[in-house]
């Protein structure tokens, strides 16, 4: 394994965290995949850019995929069984809840939104 490919791996493994950190916990997981998918593509495309030797789509595709796989794999073996996926997505976007459904009387048809706190 070459230092490129190394260093996909190890970005591959904190890109979970940066997409909880940009995502809010009630989002499907289907949009955070995605969004790992294309933390992951800008990985393969990094790493491509750095190969001194030129950059060869072989390489940004394995890479990519490379980061991708670890990417998940860590996120389920690793950081979603510890919390630290919901503590992120608690902390830096928040859901909006309607007033209505926090039970305060009167406000119902206002359609104002409040915070939902952690």
């Known amino acids: 394994m070459d230092r490129l490919s190394l260093l ?3 970005v591959g493994s904190v890109l979970p965290l940066l997409v909880a950190a940009v995502s809010k916990g009630s989002w499907p997981e289907g949009v955070k995949a995605l969004l790992l998918a294309l933390f992951s593509a800008a ?3 990094g790493s491509a850019l750095e190969n001194p030797a030129g950059v ?3 390489d940004l595709a394995a890479n990519a995929a490379l980061a991708f796989i670890s ?3 860590v996120a389920a073996g690793t950081w ?3 919390g630290a996926l919901a ?3 608690s902390v830096f976007v928040h859901d909006v809840v309607p007033i209505a ?3 305060i009387a009167g406000l119902e048809d206002t359609g104002v939104a409040a ?3 952690p």
Do not use: F, I
Request: net charge positive; proline share 8%.
């Open 43 to 45: 990985t393969g495309v």
């Open 56 to 58: 060869s789509y072989r």
């Open 80 to 82: 979603k069984p510890t």
């Open 101 to 103: 459904e926090k039970g």
């Open 115 to 117: 915070p939902v706190k």
């Open 8 to 10: 996909s791996l190890l």
């Open 87 to 89: 503590k992120l997505e």
């Open 71 to 73: 990417g998940a794999a």
